[in-house]
């Protein structure tokens, strides 16, 4: 039964919901300011229905914008702490470029030094592919000349997490409601003070809304801005939409994931290669494209297969018609395609001789779903109507379990460093986050 008042709520039952809601317990409990029987979390669906329970789990600290990757560090430490009950594969991370993207890696080298994050980085073609083949012998990308070897990180199963995190939660008191959709928000003063949904009102003292690719509905809800005027620190754009989607491309080669180990046998890192040699079908022999292309793979006995994904594929209509249902695999437009099928599978034999005419082992199954992205392509973690702590991503967010932390913190009163790049004022004040060469618009 949905209880009629909670002192705080939590919209949303994927990554960034469990994780507020397990850490919030325990900073409650530590400050004497009660538990986890404070906290409901609810959802309209379950645990993991939307973006987190479909992620491809990887966990990496890869990336050009210098917030991010502290953040990220933050993150793998809450990742480390407990593997087991995350499910959580430290095996490393890859990131294997063209020399378009060589200057790009080595700042993220350099600064990931500065932070204590353990990498190793190789530069030029020749000394690439030595280290490349040193770890897989049949290794035969053309065109790479730095690679970035990451040694934390690596991926987590991500149902399996979810089921850990939320078990987390529960034992320490919290509540996990699901079919329970919000229906509208009601206002006392400047502040939340009622939620209503399809099973009842809820009366709350603070809202956290983790709602992934959802945030546009709750963005509306919550009567902020669907335009909005961006700042780039040179030029004011006007009436830029707040969100827009992409569609993730993912799915698995149905393949023993064994057959990915490395020359000594073990189970390897997380490879994402980005390239601009051309790309051609490994069915046919046809050119897929001659612009810039990205993929990323992991061996996961989760999926049991060689799983991964390529860059996603910006959605053009997200007008008041758009709708984020149904939801991933169940959604008959936003899925996966042949194109998607022929361009991975093509692209895991541009990388290793292994995957050659392994593309009928594909795993002809719905996969992907979408994320809703900000201006910028970077997460949102704010404050709205003083009691509202809304946090808004939906495609950097699995890798993300250390925001509830932070937000947890921040809810108690202590600003987060590592947040405060985040907050929606950058957006009027010109402070976005700087952009790379990569094809992927999150890195």
């Known amino acids: 039964m949905l209880p009629s008042a909670t002192k705080y709520l939590i919209i949303g039952s994927g990554i960034h919901g469990l994780s507020t809601s397990y850490h919030l317990s ?57 593997p087991k009950n995350y499910s959580y594969h430290p095996v490393g991370y890859m990131q294997i470029s063209p020399e378009v993207m060589r200057s790009d890696v080595s700042t993220i080298f350099e600064q990931q030094k500065a932070i204590g994050y353990p990498s190793d980085f190789i530069e030029g073609e020749e000394d690439s592919m030595k280290y490349m083949r040193g770890i897989f012998e049949d290794w ?50 400047r502040s939340v003070s009622k939620v209503f949904t399809n099973k009842g009102e809820i009366t709350t003292d603070y809202l956290v809304v983790g709602v992934g690719p959802w945030i546009n509905n709750f963005w509306k809800m919550l009567d902020l801005p669907n335009k909005i005027d961006v700042n780039n620190g040179k030029k004011t754009f006007k009436d830029v939409e707040m969100w827009r989607y992409y569609c993730l491309q993912e799915g698995t080669l149905g393949v023993d994931p064994n ?41 996961d006995f989760s999926f049991d297969g060689i799983q991964g994904g ?7 209509n997200t007008g008041d018609d758009f709708s984020v249902d149904p939801y991933g695999t169940e959604s008959p437009d936003f899925v996966v395609g042949k194109n998607f099928i022929d361009m991975w599978c093509s692209a895991l034999a541009f990388c290793q001789k292994r995957f050659e005419g392994s593309s009928h082992l594909y795993r002809d ?9 900000a201006p910028d392509s970077f997460p949102v973690f704010d404050v709205f109507h003083e009691n509202c702590y809304v946090i808004a991503d939906s495609n950097h967010g699995w890798k993300m379990i250390g925001v509830g932390k932070l937000v947890s913190k921040e809810i108690m009163g202590e600003s987060s460093v590592l947040l405060n790049p985040f907050r929606f004022k950058r957006f009027e004040e010109g402070k976005l986050h700087p952009i790379s060469n990569s094809p992927f618009p999150w890195s």
């Not at 890869?62 to 702490?81: D, G, I």
């Not at 990451?150 to 996990?176: D, F």
């Not at 199954?365 to 992205?373: H, V």
């Open 26 to 82: 325990i900073e409650l409990k530590k400050r004497g300011l009660g538990s986890g029987k404070d906290i409901l979390v609810i959802d309209k669906s379950g645990i993991g229905a939307g973006a987190s329970g479909i992620a491809c789990g990887v966990v990496r600290n890869n990336y050009f914008q210098p917030a991010m990757r502290e953040l990220m560090a933050h993150s793998v430490e809450v990742w480390e702490s407990d």
């Open 140 to 189: 035969q990308a053309k065109g790479i000349t730095s690679v970035l070897h990451e040694k934390k990180g690596g991926y987590a199963n991500n149902k399996k997490c979810l089921q850990g995190l939320a078990a987390k939660a529960e034992n320490e008191g919290v509540k996990i409601l699901g079919n329970v959709e919000v229906t509208g928000f009601e206002y006392s003063g």
């Open 259 to 299: 057959m990915l180990k490395t020359n000594e046998g073990k189970m390897p890192p997380v490879v994402h290669v980005d390239s601009d040699e051309p790309l051609y079908s490994d069915i046919n022999g046809s050119l897929i494209t001659d612009k810039m292309w990205g993929i990323y793979y992991k061996p």
């Open 310 to 316: 390529s860059a996603p594929y910006d959605v053009d």
């Open 365 to 373: 199954k719905p996969s992907g779903g979408l994320g809703a992205l």
